[in-house]
């Protein structure tokens, strides 16, 4: 008779559920075996060039380009955050190397992040590749960087060396809040293809447990830093986020996509500017609840605590004062 062994009661809640639940724990490879004609590969909800009238004239294949080069973006962008900006502070968070102690269990937690990353890396580059050899449709010239890494760059100047790492960690639990969002917005959309629906909803579930871990990563650091530390990382934020939230890198996409599909410079100009309106940040909130969702999960993890920092998120009118 067969005793019943619990092998996760060793385990922390969260690590326990990561066992049971993470896609590379619990989920098979996706595979595309084929591509219905009523599919699309990307939501039109988040491609609005796709809906402009000089778009929609040149009929459902142009369409169905622009949303499939769309996805290559998508997936490619995802493979880079990946492997570059969160994997590195993941890294450094678990391997104790960051300048503030972090509790063993959550560096534990961390952990399993690296894991999960590298593994959606390797699931986005493997859909694209499935999606190549099944529509023949290879990507255009893709960016080669990410508004978060243009953002940290940005921001890294400003502040001493000594709390560089700490504005990359905030980096981090920032995108990391973000992207869940965005995998929840590409969820929603019906007619999108069956397989990509799979391997999205796949990397929600795991981001959804991410989204909690690095919630507790920046309540963490914030707590440990000293208010000076606090101050000047806060001065820096708002344009961080500013940089962070901009789509210049999209724009350009978007404008090799129209010429792609067989727009003339004239009719490109007229879409983008339809589409991409130039907008400062405050503006940009009216618009698009991603920056308010930001800006919340900050307050929530204690980082609008002092008024001072308070200050300069209403000055730039990115909270109501
Ligand atoms: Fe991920
Ligand atoms: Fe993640």
Redesign the pocket.
């Given at each position: 008779m067969g005793i019943n062994v619990d092998t996760t009661a060793s385990l922390s809640r969260r690590q326990a559920h990561w066992e049971k639940s993470s896609s590379i724990r619990s989920r098979p490879r996706r595979v595309l075996r084929n591509v219905s004609p009523d599919e699309h590969f990307y939501p039109i909800a988040r491609q609005p060039i796709a809906l402009h009238p000089l778009v929609k004239a040149l009929g459902t294949a142009a369409r169905q380009r622009i949303l499939l080069q769309s996805l290559y973006k998508f997936l490619n962008d995802i493979a880079f955050v990946?492997t570059r900006v969160?994997s590195e502070v993941s890294l450094a968070i678990a391997n104790d190397q960051l300048p503030w102690p972090f509790p063993a269990q959550l560096r534990a937690d961390v952990l399993t992040?690296v894991i999960?990353?590298a593994f959606?890396a390797h699931v986005a580059i493997d859909f694209m590749e499935q999606v190549q050899r099944l529509t023949g449709v290879t990507p255009l010239s893709l960016p080669t960087t990410l508004t978060v890494e243009q953002a940290i760059r940005n921001a890294l100047p400003k502040l001493p060396a000594d709390l560089h790492i700490a504005l990359k960690t905030i980096s981090v639990c920032i995108a990391?809040n973000s992207?869940t969002k965005d995998l929840i917005d590409v969820h929603r959309e019906d007619g999108l293809n069956e397989t990509f629906h799979a391997v999205n909803g796949d990397h929600m579930i795991?981001?959804v447990r991410?989204?909690l871990i690095?919630g507790d990563v920046l309540r963490h650091l914030w707590g440990v830093l000293t208010l000076a530390q606090r101050r000047a990382i806060g001065a820096v934020l708002p344009d961080f986020l500013g940089d962070y939230l901009s789509l210049s890198l999209q724009k350009q996409f978007d404008i090799d996509i129209l010429a792609d599909v067989g727009l003339d410079a004239r009719q490109i100009e007229t879409v983008i500017a339809a589409t991409h309106l130039d907008q400062d940040l405050a503006t940009y909130r009216t618009v698009n609840p991603i920056v308010d969702k930001v800006v919340n999960f900050l307050a929530e993890s204690g980082v609008l605590d002092d008024p001072e920092i308070r200050k300069a998120f209403e000055d730039r009118r990115l909270v109501d004062s």
């Open positions: 990946e969160v992040v999960d990353e959606h990391e992207v795991d981001e991410h989204c690095f």
